[in-house]
T-cell receptor, first 114, second 113 residues
Framework: GAVVSQHPSRVICKSGTSVKIECRSL??????MFWYRQFPKKSLMLMAT?????????EQGVEKDKFLINHASLTLSTLTVTSAHPEDSSFYIC??????????FGPGTRLTVL | QQQVKQSPQSLIVQKGGIPIINCAYE??????FPWYQQFPGKGPALLIA?????SEKKEGRFTISFNKSAKQFSLHIMDSQPGDSATYFC????????????FGQGTRLTINP
């Protein structure tokens, strides 16, 4: 299947700093990518849809100014958690659909805000 | 209407047994039903997926059964092994539309040796 990578896999930061997470589709192009958040022992919660060349679409209750999404190319989407606080600590995962519509997930990024 | 309900929440099966995980949906616009396997600290991995034009799909030891009229689908794992112990998520999406996946609540599966 298609491969999606994420970087970094783990990040620890101080409260008030911003953190950028990259999501790349390695062997296919993706005009759309999705960003999820997952709490321990819970299901994946869709945060936003990242659209190449246009603004991201956020799910209800997700702060646009808090979670900045940029989809600058057909293989790269970035999620920036701005002014991070301990409550933003979570597992962030991206996904991208291939040309057949099958969605493949990245390995996830564990964010810990101190 | 966007929900996908998954059961059971957890499941323990002896090695060689056939765990069955069930999902139900409401939105008739859904036309893509994947199952994902997730190990702790890892991203979900696509196991197998089905579209509504077939009632069953088999890939290796994994089988999806799909009942369009009942709006239900299930995952069967044949000859289960301890290495299959993981959390399994069903999902559904409207591939022709927004492609957003709606996930079930997850099933924590344990296969005892």
């Amino acid at each position: 299947g298609a491969v999606v990578s994420q970087h970094p896999s783990r990040v620890i930061c101080k409260s008030g700093t911003s953190v950028k997470i990259e999501c790349r589709s390695l062997d296919f192009q993706a005009t759309t990518m999705f960003w999820y958040r997952q709490f321990p022992k819970k299901s994946l919660m869709l945060m936003a849809t990242s659209n190449e060349g246009s603004k991201a679409t956020y799910e209800q209750g997700v702060e646009k100014d808090k979670f900045l999404i940029n989809h600058a190319s057909l293989t790269l989407s970035t999620l920036t958690v701005t002014s991070a606080h301990p409550e933003d600590s979570s597992f962030y995962i991206c996904s991208a659909p291939d040309i057949a519509g099958e969605q493949f997930f990245g390995p996830g990024t564990r964010l810990t805000v101190l | 209407q966007q929900q996908v309900k998954q059961s059971p929440q957890s499941l323990i099966v002896q090695k060689g047994g056939i765990p069955i995980i069930n999902c139900a949906y409401e939105n008739t616009a859904f036309d893509y039903f994947p199952w994902y396997q997730q190990f702790p600290g890892k991203g979900p991995a696509l196991l197998i997926a089905i579209r509504p034009d077939v009632s069953e799909k088999k890939e290796g030891r994994f089988t999806i059964s799909f009942n369009k009229s009942a709006k239900q689908f299930s995952l069967h794992i044949m000859d289960s092994q301890p290495g299959d112990s993981a959390t399994y998520f069903c999902a559904a999406s409207d591939v022709q539309g927004a492609q957003k996946l709606v996930f079930g609540q997850g099933t924590r599966l344990t296969i005892n040796p």
